[in-house]
């Protein structure tokens, strides 16, 4: 891994995303065989955090990838509450846990570790592998390959509609996310709130808002509607409140 990570870091971050997205989807096929929901992909989200996180730890990537405390104030950053916002929308209008007990907790294991992987992914080596070189093109890309990536969902059993909403919700935040990054320096709040916000879908079904629109797909339309108004207006707050230089080391 270390060689293939100093000879080229975009390569690297293209290798962890095929060995993450290949290995998630076989994940859920065996996790069917097995009989037991979210059993094997959270054996493997736990195992691959764990290779990553001694990988960092034994290369003093932490800082290179955000790994440590920010450099702008909570209190300008309006303390992360849009964050908490945006993930919590599913259970403020509607709070109904959506699997049995066991499942409930792998699933919530699987994604508090998923939330790490994607963003050390996406927005840790990939970003910053590309931003040596090209910043613009580091961050629309690190944002549209995290959306896009998603459309392995589609093999997993999702509709169409609800996967594509997804794809646009996933790039919306993506944009967010990776400002939140270069103008903190740090990952940290981006981890928790990507594992907040996929523990809390298992936790809330937004029924309000299905029965605002009456209908399933129009629920989903308007939950993915006000998460993109949130992220859209806190982005806006993010790049004309916090320092414009880029913290990122």
């Known amino acids: 891994m270390k060689k293939l990570f100093d000879k080229n870091e975009v390569t690297f971050a293209i290798v962890l995303i095929v060995i993450y ?13 097995v009989g037991t929901a979210f059993l094997c992909e959270a054996v493997f989200s736990a195992a691959l955090t764990v290779v990553l996180a001694v990988f960092i730890a034994k290369n003093g990537l932490k800082e290179h990838l955000g790994l440590c405390k920010p450099e702008v104030p909570a209190g300008k950053m309006l303390f992360y509450i849009p964050l908490i916002l945006i993930a919590s929308v599913g259970i403020i209008f509607g709070f109904a846990p959506q699997y049995d007990a066991v499942p409930l907790v792998l699933h919530t294991v699987s994604m508090l570790f998923v939330g790490f992987l994607e963003e050390i992914i996406f927005r840790g080596f990939l970003f910053r592998g590309m931003a040596k070189n090209n910043m613009t093109a580091a961050i629309i ?16 059993g999702y509709d169409l509609v609800g996967n594509l909403l997804q794809i646009v919700f996933a790039v919306a935040v993506g944009f967010l996310l990776v400002f939140i990054f270069i103008r903190t320096g740090s990952l940290v709040s981006c981890i928790v709130f990507h594992s907040l916000n996929n523990t809390l879908s298992g936790f809330g079904s937004a029924q309000l808002l299905t029965d605002i629109a009456g209908s399933e797909q129009g629920g989903l339309m308007l939950n993915i509607a006000i998460r993109i108004v949130l992220a859209a207006a806190y982005l806006l707050y993010v790049l004309k409140c916090t320092p414009k230089k880029n913290n990122l080391k």
Do not use: C, D, K, Y
């Not at 997205?21 to 065989?33: A, D, K, Q, R, Y």
């Open 141 to 156: 890309v690190s944002a549209v390959t995290f959306g896009i990536g998603h459309i392995v969902n589609l093999l997993n």
């Open 21 to 33: 997205v290949v290995g998630s989807t076989l994940m859920i096929n065996l996790s069917e065989l």
